[in-house]
């Protein structure tokens, strides 16, 4: 089970199929923002959470499949 509730963690999930350059200034905004975003979340639904983080659950995300026929082959 891959679940998260550092919003580090979850970035470094996220961000990890992009092998992108961490020491670019793209990157660093691109985590600033996120960090941003789950924080936010986080803090809005912690009421309902008891005040705990809440928790990314990766291995319940459903498969994303792709029509390579309809949006080219590459």
């Known amino acids: 089970m891959n679940?998260?509730?550092?919003?580090?963690?979850?970035?470094?999930?996220?961000?990890?199929?992009?092998?992108?350059?961490?020491?670019?200034?793209?990157?660093?905004?691109?985590r600033r923002r996120m960090e941003h975003v789950i924080r936010t979340f986080q803090l809005k639904a912690g009421p309902a959470h008891n005040g705990q983080p809440v928790a990314v659950d990766f291995s319940q995300m459903p498969t994303l499949v792709i029509n390579e026929a309809a949006h080219g082959y590459e």
Request: glycine share 0%.
């Open 3 to 30: 679940t998260y509730t550092r919003p580090d963690a979850i970035i470094d999930f996220c961000l990890a199929p992009l092998q992108l350059n961490p020491m670019s200034d793209a990157t660093h905004e691109v």
